[in-house]
């Protein structure tokens, strides 16, 4: 008999008692958000929430990401989905988090600052 948590509780007790993981969880609501088919890849979600090394398989653990394929770039990075993004991103919120502030890896503000210093 397979146990169903409640992924936001779960996220909830995540951020509470770890909260160095939450820049991670918003790069992976915010990329699922953007995704056409709701897939994240593993560096992607790093990069973006500039936490280079950090590995999403503690996530899954917890059953708040699953494996979506196999692995990319000869096996060193994972493929996974959010199991219940809506869940993931009320706990977020509930937490005090804005899940579509700009994280300091997001392209697109690096693009602007850079734009910016340019002139």
């Known amino acids: 008999m397979e146990i ?3 992924l936001r509780e779960v996220t909830k ?3 509470t008692r770890q909260p160095e993981w939450a820049p991670l969880l918003l790069s992976c609501v915010q990329l699922a958000q953007e995704s056409s088919d709701g897939e994240l890849d593993a560096s992607a979600v790093r990069n973006r929430a500039q936490r280079i090394g950090w590995p999403l398989a ?3 653990g ?4 699953e ?3 196999p692995a990319r770039k000869k096996g060193h990075v994972g493929v996974y989905r959010l199991c219940e993004p809506k869940a993931i991103e009320d706990a977020l919120v509930e937490r005090g ?3 579509h502030a700009k994280l300091p890896g997001d392209f697109f503000d690096l693009h602007r600052r850079w734009r910016r210093g340019a002139s």
């Open 4 to 6: 169903k948590t409640d």
């Open 13 to 15: 007790e995540l951020l």
């Open 58 to 60: 503690p996530l899954k």
């Open 62 to 65: 917890l059953g708040i990401v």
């Open 67 to 69: 494996k979506a394929g």
């Open 97 to 99: 988090y804005d899940v």
